[in-house]
Structure formats: C-alpha cells, structure tokens
C-alpha cells in the first residue's frame, strides 16, 4: 500500500536552525533518501519552496481566484513530502519515523486512495 508522509515546519521557528545544522539536516535527508531507494520503500520524495513562493487558487461560483501564498490558514506549512510503499500502518509508521525532519517538526502519514475509473 501507498503512504504519502507530509512534512511540516512551524512558521514560528523556520530560519531558527544554523547553517550548520540546516546542512546537516539537508545531508540526514539525502542519506534517508538513498537508504529508502535502497530498500524498495520510496516512490517519490520532494521538498518544497517557502510559503511566500506559493499561489492558492479557489473556484468559488465558477470564478477563479488566485492568492499570492501563504494564505491557507495554519501555523505550520507543508515543507515537503515522501510517497512510500509500506505493506502496511505499523511499517509505515515505523518508516515515518527515521524521517529526519520528524525532529523538528510534524509529519503527517495517511494512506493513498488508489482510485480508478469506473467501467
């Protein structure tokens, strides 16, 4: 089964890492990256630019709005994601939490609906 795994950060506490430590948590992602890919568990794995950078659009009527970000309401902002293949809860949780940025933030682990069309 598919597990998407959804890293926040705090607003209140980005830019608080050094230099060093920011490198430092770069280099625990990479390395994460290759061990999951070494063991057949990643599908995907990104990082995100800055809230400032995003645009929220809304259809509201059949009128599209766009909004310069970061306009979504919450105190946390999706920094990044992994799409992992667990073959189940508990491995994905077990997955989940060698996630390096679990340490400074929040993930969020949930299950990917596999839809497919109706015949």
Do not use: W
């Not at 061990?35 to 259809?59: C, F, K, N, S, Y």
């Not at 979504?72 to 799409?83: D, M, N, P, R, S």
């Amino acid at each position: 089964m598919r597990y998407i795994c959804l890293i926040y950060n705090s607003a209140d506490t980005d830019g608080t890492l050094t230099p060093d430590e920011t490198d430092e948590l770069v280099k625990a992602h990479f390395a994460f990256d290759e061990e999951l890919r070494r063991e057949g568990i990643m599908i995907h794995a990104d990082a995100l630019e800055m809230p400032d950078q995003a645009t929220v659009l809304r259809v509201r009527n059949s009128t599209l709005s766009a909004t310069d970000g970061p306009y979504v309401e919450t105190k946390e902002h999706l920094a990044g994601f992994y799409v992992i293949e667990a073959p189940d809860m508990t491995k994905a949780k077990e997955i989940t939490a060698r996630i390096p940025s679990v340490r400074f933030g929040a993930v969020e682990l949930r299950p990917v609906k596999m839809l497919t069309l109706p015949d």
